[in-house]
């Protein structure tokens, strides 16, 4: 029997090294790896899909997902014109980023993404049978947004555009001129942006982040409760924009999951548009700047290290002194009971950089700077 081959667009394609990294940590390992916040989902959540499992018969909802629930996504984007046909209710921001991708891209066509960015972005354009296009975000500036770096990277070819505020990885957020040089840069052409905000609530600045789909009309946007709502696992997600592409994505949607989980879909409804909701966000907000501050000054006490203040999101882009290859130094945390994540893994501008993310308490946080310290000082295998 000859050896299987998996279609040409798989063919290369591994699992991520976030995740390669976490299944093989030891036992007991502090996981500062993984994008997932360790804060219970809100009891006003949980108590409400109690009583929808036991009181309501659950199955399937539209494609496009309730109606009155995407009324209240709507409401939140200026651009959806308070149109239900300009959303659809996703199984989590992942599988809105797919649709985007998939309905927009034709092969050969170049999307520019950010480097770094989030590792599924050259992923699925490459199963797109699209080009990935890089723009830098450079190390140099602490990854802050380079207009010129972007202007000379937009083609007639260009067809879509991935941006992320804040970043995963960095936590960097796209100030108003950020968003206006990146519109007025594809001012006359035919592309689309696709704005990531899954982490848009998640922010220490004083004000929310700014959208492009405030400065650029062709905007489609990524949202939803995994993050802001500790729900990771109940997969709302949600993607809006143009009416006609959002119907062509919805075709795709229904055959590729038919709707997001009734249960969740109905639990957001009913909850994530509360008062008490807000309420959970900004402590959300609270308990992740304190953390951030909290590794920040741990950070800043060992010689030779540097790390990116977050603007939001719950990551840190963390550089040890001289070590360069961000894959052996991954290596020697992970052998001394450390999950981080090389940041090569989300482009060549990070090289030499460790994502670190803060989603773990403060004593965690701090033996993990300790363990990462100790990993330093005994000399690689």
């Known amino acids: 029997m000859s050896e299987f081959l998996p279609a040409k667009r798989l063919r290369g394609i591994e699992k991520s090294l ?21 804060v219970m989902t809100p009891s ?7 009583s929808i499992v036991r009181d309501e018969q659950n199955g399937y909802t539209s494609h496009a997902g309730l109606p009155a629930l995407r009324e209240k996504v709507a409401a939140d984007y200026s651009h959806t014109k308070d149109s239900t046909d300009r959303v659809i209710i996703t199984a989590g921001s992942q599988e809105a980023l797919y649709l985007a991708l998939m309905t927009l891209v034709d092969e050969g066509d170049e999307v520019l993404l950010p480097d770094p960015g989030f590792v599924a972005y050259p992923t699925i354009v490459r199963m797109a049978g699209g080009l990935p296009v890089f723009y830098r975000l450079p190390a140099a500036r602490d990854f802050a947004f380079d207009a010129e770096e972007f202007r000379r990277r937009v083609t007639k070819r260009t ?49 929310p982040p700014a959208s492009i789909s405030d400065y650029y009309p062709r905007t489609l946007v990524i949202g ?11 997969r709302i997600g949600w993607l809006c924009g143009e009416e006609d592409v959002i119907q062509s994505a919805l075709i795709l949607h229904g055959y590729v999951t038919t709707c997001a989980s009734t249960i969740a879909q109905k639990a957001a409804l009913q909850t994530a548009w509360t008062e008490g909701a807000e309420d959970f966000r900004a402590y959300m907000r ?26 939001g999101a719950f990551y840190t882009m963390l550089r040890m002194s001289d070590h360069d290859n961000s894959a052996e130094l991954a290596e020697r945390m992970l052998a001394h009971g450390v999950i981080t994540v ?24 701090a033996e993990g700077v300790r363990r990462m310290a100790s990993a330093l000082s005994v000399p690689p295998a």
């Not at 006003?44 to 109690?50: G, M």
């Not at 939803?224 to 109940?234: A, R």
Request: charged share 20%; aromatic share 8%.
């Open 159 to 207: 067809r879509a555009v991935v941006c992320i505020s804040p970043s995963n990885p960095t936590g960097r957020t796209l100030t108003k001129d950020d968003l206006a040089a990146m519109s007025s840069a594809l001012s006359g052409t035919e592309a689309y942006v696709i704005s990531d905000e899954i982490y848009r609530e998640l922010y220490y600045t004083t004000e």
């Open 286 to 311: 609270g308990t992740f700047r304190e953390r951030r501050d909290y590794l920040m000054s741990l950070i800043d006490n060992e010689p030779g290290w540097h790390a990116v203040l977050p603007d």
């Open 18 to 38: 976030i995740r390669q990294l976490f299944d093989r940590a030891q036992p007991n390992s502090i996981n500062l790896g993984l994008g997932e916040p360790d």
């Open 224 to 234: 939803g409760l995994s993050k802001s709502m500790s729900m990771t696992g109940w």
């Open 342 to 365: 090389p940041g090569a893994a989300f482009g060549s501008e990070a090289e030499g950089y460790l994502r670190v993310s803060i989603c773990a308490e403060k004593p965690v946080l």
């Open 44 to 50: 006003i959540v949980r108590h409400a899909a109690a």
